[in-house]
């Protein structure tokens, strides 16, 4: 209240956020599984997905097909969003994100609609989360997927030494 008040002069100034602000909801592909959760869960009904089915051949003979959703469609309306954020809480697969962005004005309300192309886009421009504590505890799903990985590396290279001839110590040379 003693101090003057500053105009910031915006198209010339860009503002300076925090790292982790809340511009747009950016969309990671891969990682959507057409659960539909963000669309059922969101108050403003402004996500809309399309998506159809398709048959997945059986990984191993013998075995069932099995059918995956595939998507079609994926858009927010962001005239209708109040960034409230759910949607990406709710999201089981880590496929919706906050992206910083915040200039995306139009000037027709109709093309405030954003599709998966517009949100894949914003995706990039997500900041990587901070670094976790060192006395944090790592999470058990990459602790198992870390055992998985080093467990298959031993077997490979067990594979590969149970393979070569007698002395031969892979360079190529014998001994």
């Known amino acids: 209240?003693?101090?003057?008040?500053?105009?910031?002069?915006?198209?010339?100034?860009?503002?300076?956020?925090?790292?982790?602000?809340?511009?747009?909801?950016?969309?990671?592909?891969?990682?959507?599984?057409?659960?539909?959760?963000?669309?059922?869960?969101?108050p403003d009904w402004c996500i809309y997905i399309d998506s159809h089915k398709e048959t997945v051949p059986a990984a191993a003979p013998g075995g069932r097909e099995r059918s995956r959703n595939v998507l079609d469609r994926f858009a927010i309306d962001f005239s209708l969003c109040m960034y409230c954020g759910i949607c990406v809480e709710v999201c089981p697969f880590d496929a919706l994100f906050w992206s910083p962005e915040f200039e995306y004005a139009e000037t027709d309300i109709r093309e405030?609609?954003?599709?998966?192309?517009?949100?894949?886009?914003?995706?990039?421009?997500?900041?990587?989360?901070?670094?976790?504590?060192?006395?944090?505890?790592?999470?058990?799903?990459?602790?198992?997927?870390?055992?998985?990985?080093?467990?298959?590396?031993?077997?490979?290279?067990?594979?590969?030494?149970?393979d070569r001839p007698a002395g031969d110590d892979g360079t190529g040379e014998p001994r």
């Not at 500053?6 to 592909?29: A, D, H, K």
Request: proline share 9%; hydrophobic share 35%.
């Open 1 to 42: 209240m003693t101090r003057r008040a500053v105009t910031q002069q915006y198209p010339e100034n860009l503002p300076s956020l925090p790292p982790r602000t809340r511009g747009v909801i950016g969309l990671f592909e891969e990682n959507c599984t057409v659960c539909m959760l963000c669309a059922r869960e969101c």
């Open 112 to 162: 405030l609609t954003h599709e998966r192309e517009k949100l894949r886009e914003w995706m990039w421009t997500v900041p990587e989360p901070p670094p976790l504590t060192e006395a944090a505890v790592e999470a058990k799903e990459l602790t198992a997927a870390r055992r998985t990985a080093e467990r298959a590396a031993q077997e490979q290279a067990q594979d590969q030494a149970q």
